[in-house]
């Protein structure tokens, strides 16, 4: 193909290519521009976001009023570490934690992070608090899960795409079926101090638990003096119909981990809910994070809770989300052939399909003339998850297009 005739996009897909490592197949999209639950590619072209930068874009993107909190912040300070304090984190962290009802925050900025750090809080608490001997601390998860990139979190994934050559893996991991609270009594011993879960397994395609298996958990940790660790990053701030995916079932863990949409899809920002009984076990030197706690990002989060009162982003979650799948229901019963299940919670939805999902993923993107970007999860799940501020008619439209590329694509 000549210069010329070179769209943008594939201009910029192969600078992506020569100058970006390998890391991810995207779909091959290159955006320029969005608002809400909108974006548009380099050509020009408009496309419905149903991914939502994997539920960080709770709010749509570039929300009026987080983008204004973060030009606010960033006219005043941004960021200062924390060998300095500054007049933004301690009121954010304050209303985060009146809104969750815990007593304390830990601030850092990636969902990995905030769950590296849950891990060094729940061994130091062993170690301190529950007499485990030094070093023998076991930490229970379970089988598909997904918790981040790091070195110890891809050591107990069990997909090998996420652990296939960053051996050795790191020791003191045990890990259960999902879903299974008979394993997870089986599996603890004198020297378990956490069960880190997702009460939602998104990345392994919206994998929803069987009823009652929060609460399960709940009290076989408290019976064992365990800590249960409910990583949130992607369920929580409303995107399964409640503010955390735990409050379906009433269930308060010791930690809860939050990032994605707790910057609002406009800053990362991360960390660990718990109360000072856990949360005292750090002291100065134990842990941090340069930019943890920034001014930008606290700035941010304040606005994200801000914004949390104002609006019932669970009620819309909960309601929407049940049109949508009975939408992709309907469709289901049209195409036997080639979806096998719906599955979801509030507007965390994936279909499962017979074959391999890319071709679908693509030809949604693809579709004529505005385009909807979902994201294939695994080979053969598609996960839906726009952004909460998506309307009834949006998502009446998005089911139209998901069921003409049924119709078209084989
Ligand atoms: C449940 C869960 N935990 C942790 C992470 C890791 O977050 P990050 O990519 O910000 O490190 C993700 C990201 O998708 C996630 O879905």
């Known amino acids: 193909m000549s210069e010329e005739s070179k769209s943008l996009s594939q201009f910029y897909l192969e600078l992506d290519k020569k100058w970006t490592a390998h890391n991810y197949k995207p779909i091959p999209v290159v955006i320029k521009k969005a608002k809400g639950v909108w974006v548009w590619d380099v050509d020009g072209k408009k496309y419905m976001d149903c991914l939502s930068a994997y539920s960080s874009q709770n709010f749509g993107h570039r929300n009026p009023k987080l983008v204004n909190a973060l030009r606010k912040q960033a006219n005043k300070v941004i960021l200062t570490s924390r060998a300095f304090c500054n007049d933004s984190m301690g009121s954010a962290a304050q209303k985060l934690c009146e809104l969750t009802d815990y007593e304390v925050f830990l601030p850092m900025n990636t969902g990995a992070e905030a769950v590296e750090s849950a891990l060094k809080i729940a061994r130091k608490w062993g170690y301190e608090k529950k007499g485990v001997d030094n070093n023998k ?220 999902a890319r071709p679908y993923t693509e030809a949604m993107m693809k579709n004529k003339p505005i385009g909807l970007l979902a994201k294939e999860t695994h080979e053969f799940s598609i996960r839906f998850a726009p952004p909460l501020v998506v309307t009834k008619k949006e998502l009446e439209w998005a089911l139209e297009v998901i069921e003409k590329v049924f119709d078209e694509t084989s």
């Open 137 to 356: 601390a076991e930490i229970i998860v379970c089988e598909n899960n997904f918790h981040g990139r790091t070195i110890t979190i891809v050591g107990f994934s069990t997909d090998p795409d996420a652990y296939d050559g960053f051996g050795p893996k790191t020791p003191g991991f045990k890990v259960i079926p999902y879903g299974d609270i008979d394993a997870l009594k089986k599996a603890i011993n004198k020297n378990t101090v956490a069960f880190l879960f997702e009460p939602i397994q998104g990345e392994a395609g919206v994998l929803l638990p069987p009823k009652g298996y929060l609460k399960e958990i709940q009290e076989v940790c408290k019976e064992n003096n365990v800590l249960m660790i409910a990583d949130e990053i992607q369920t929580g701030l409303c995107r399964t119909g409640a503010l955390l995916a735990c409050n379906h079932e009433n269930t308060k863990p010791d930690m809860t981990l939050v990032a994605k949409a707790v910057g609002g899809g406009v800053f990362p920002v991360s960390g660990v809910l718990a109360n000072w009984d856990v949360m005292n076990i750090l002291t100065p030197g134990s842990h941090g994070s340069t930019w943890g706690g920034n001014s930008l990002g606290m700035a941010v989060l304040e606005a994200v809770c801000d914004l949390l009162k104002e609006e019932d982003f669970s009620k819309k979650s909960n309601e929407l989300g049940r049109f949508f799948i009975d939408g992709l229901n309907r469709i289901k019963r049209k195409f036997p052939d080639k979806i096998k299940e719906v599955r979801g919670k509030g507007l965390l939805v994936a279909i499962e399909l017979q074959g391999k």
